[in-house]
């Protein structure tokens, strides 16, 4: 005598044209009798999707989970009855790993719009502003869990699939984090104190992140930086103005560090108070900006919505000087007359002269 589940469930592949719509079983059919049939809700890691049921297809709501959890070929589905027609899901990849639906998503190279970077050749450094051996990538809600999973690609060209170690991270204010490299199901992420990490440098769904390899030993050390614009980012903060007083010969200059805005967008925003005093604030033209490997570059000066300064040339400065998020510079304006010629100092730029002159 056979006897009838308490919970039934069924399996269900995912296939090509799964977004439209998901066929129940018609074996499983004989357990939903006594049930309206006209929806159901799909339960997974406490919410709720109402998902209409049209014969024995789910239908309209259907294409909102899926994307939701980001389902691909190839995954496999549980579903179980808990009565009155709502199902708990749970998730399977390709490994047959059974994770939570943050662990379960496409590769991040594809589904997480990553980026990443092996370590370049000596002429391919002075196009890329990022040394090492880095990869980027956006921050997803199940970031918010306490742990960020490692593009497997990038994992592997940096032997670190099937690794369990301890992992320094250093932020952008050069605070020191302990964290952890860890493998499960195939897949490598950063556990330990990632939420600790992630509230102190206040990241949020959507922002984009990149972490950058310093050392790759027994506990490797990694550089974060936090690329995505922010209003806080929008000027430089903490900037050191100085404006000369009657009978000083010093030039006016400012000195701040690259922040994440002028890496991601083309521009490079001035302090107000130095773009007043010095009678920029208005002003839309051509300026001349000179390295200290006494290149000189033509910018474009204009306004950005409320901030002001280099909105034109910018990219190309930057990029042939290396220069990266946290770098400090000095910017010293030469002369105001038609067209302003300033002169940007920085480290980077004098290491970039060095190694062009041998």
Same mark, same amino acid.
């Given at each position: ?53 049209? %014969? ?89 869990? %306490? ?58 769904? %959507? ?152």
């Amino acid at each position: 005598m056979k006897v009838r589940p308490v919970k039934p469930h069924f399996f269900k592949p995912i296939q090509p044209g799964f977004k439209h719509a998901l066929k129940i079983p018609v074996g499983f059919l004989k357990y939903l009798k006594g049930y309206k049939k006209e929806h159901a809700i799909l339960r997974k890691d406490g919410k709720k999707w109402l998902v209409k049921v049209n %014969g024995y297809q789910l239908e309209e709501g259907w294409g909102k989970f899926a994307e939701e959890h980001d389902l691909q070929l190839g995954d496999m589905l549980v579903f179980r009855h808990e009565g009155n027609m709502e199902f708990e899901v749970t998730i399977f990849d390709s490994s047959h790993c059974d994770r939570e639906y943050a662990e379960y998503m496409l590769d991040e190279e594809e589904a997480n719009n990553v980026e990443f970077k092996d370590k370049p050749s000596a002429e391919a450094d002075t196009h890329n502003p990022f040394g090492q051996s880095h990869f980027l990538c956006t921050v997803r809600p199940y970031c918010l869990k %306490g742990y960020l999973c490692i593009p497997t690609r990038f994992a592997a060209e940096n032997g670190l699939t099937n690794k369990n170690c301890g992992l320094i991270i250093r932020d952008e204010r050069q605070r020191s984090w302990n964290l952890r490299l860890y493998t499960s199901c195939s897949r490598v992420y950063i556990g330990g104190i990632w939420g600790e990490f992630r509230v102190a440098n206040d990241l949020k769904v %959507g922002d984009r992140i990149m972490f950058e390899i310093v050392t790759n030993g027994e506990k490797p050390i990694w550089k974060f930086h936090d690329i995505s614009i922010k209003p806080s980012d929008m000027i430089p903060l903490n900037a050191q103005v100085s404006t000369p007083t009657s009978g000083d010969n010093d030039l006016p200059y400012f000195i701040s560090t690259i922040k994440p805005y002028s890496i991601k967008k083309s521009v490079l925003y001035f302090p107000l108070d130095f773009a007043k005093s010095n009678g920029l604030i208005n002003r839309k033209c051509e300026m001349i900006l000179k390295d200290e490997a006494q290149r000189s570059w033509s910018v474009w000066l204009g306004r950005d919505a409320h901030h002001f300064g280099i909105i034109r040339g910018w990219t190309k400065f930057r990029a042939a000087n290396c220069l990266q998020v946290g770098d400090v510079y000095k910017f010293e304006l030469i002369t105001n007359a038609k067209i302003p010629i300033a002169y940007f100092r920085c480290k980077c730029s004098s290491k970039v002269a060095k190694r062009e002159d041998h």
